[in-house]
């Protein structure tokens, strides 16, 4: 139990297009989802919390209207990034929980890659 | 906010050695996980042990959350264990389920 599914995993794009990564739990409902950034060779670092029904929040530094959170049911939240540029180009991962006190569950990340 | 510190950063072994990783974390937690990251950048969910001793095959976590550090244990190790290992802590409050992550242990682990 507790899966969670992004799509795409790789996606090669023109500078100025915008993009939609999907980040889906299959098995179980999800309030609040967790988006995540990782440039090579680095950690991952928090971009913003997701939460279903109301505004995303964002983690200092990163440009809200940017990228767009969109979090329409409790088993699907969306992150678009707008009018991107080469460095936007990075690993995007999600994240998710059962419950508060249970670990969270990653997607399988998208390779985003802006020429 | 909360800090996380990982070492060593680098760990080069012989198949069949055994290892330790360790994580610090600057203030108490509510949730600890270990994750190993394969080639393709998937997180592979090793343990969610905000406290005590897990074991699982080879692998096993120690949490001494008084003392705010956790342990990873590897052993026999084998080529595919080879990656790179993250801790990642979270705290309660309105941080509640984000995640921070520490700069990662890079496993190589030649045959």
């Known amino acids: 139990g507790a899966v969670v599914s992004q799509h795409p995993s790789w996606v090669i794009c023109k500078s100025g297009t915008s993009v939609k990564i999907e980040c889906r739990s299959l098995d179980f409902q999800a309030t609040t989802m967790f988006w995540y950034r990782q440039f090579p060779k680095q950690s991952l670092m928090l971009m913003a919390t997701s939460n279903e029904g109301s505004k995303a929040t964002y983690e200092q530094g990163v440009e809200k209207d940017k990228f767009l959170i969109n979090h329409a049911s409790l088993t699907l939240s969306t992150l678009t990034v707008t009018s991107a540029h080469p460095e936007d180009s990075s690993f995007y991962i999600c994240s998710a929980s059962l419950r508060s006190n249970q670990p969270q569950h990653f997607g399988d990340g998208t390779r985003l890659s802006i020429l | 906010g909360i800090q996380v510190e990982q070492s060593p950063p680098d760990l080069i072994l012989q198949e069949g050695a055994n290892s330790t990783l360790r994580c610090n974390f600057s203030d108490s937690v509510n949730n600890l996980q270990w994750f190993h990251q394969n080639p393709w950048g998937q997180l592979i969910n090793l343990f969610y042990?905000?406290?005590g001793t897990k074991q699982n095959g080879r692998l096993s976590a120690t949490t001494v959350a008084t003392e705010r550090y956790s342990l990873l244990y590897i052993s026999s190790s084998q080529t595919t264990d080879s990656g790179v290992y993250f801790c990642?802590?979270?705290?309660?409050?309105?941080?509640?389920?984000?995640?921070?992550f520490g700069q990662g242990t890079i496993l190589t682990v030649h045959p």
């Open positions: 042990i905000p406290s």
């Open positions: 990642a802590v979270g705290a309660g409050g309105t941080s509640y389920g984000k995640l921070t």
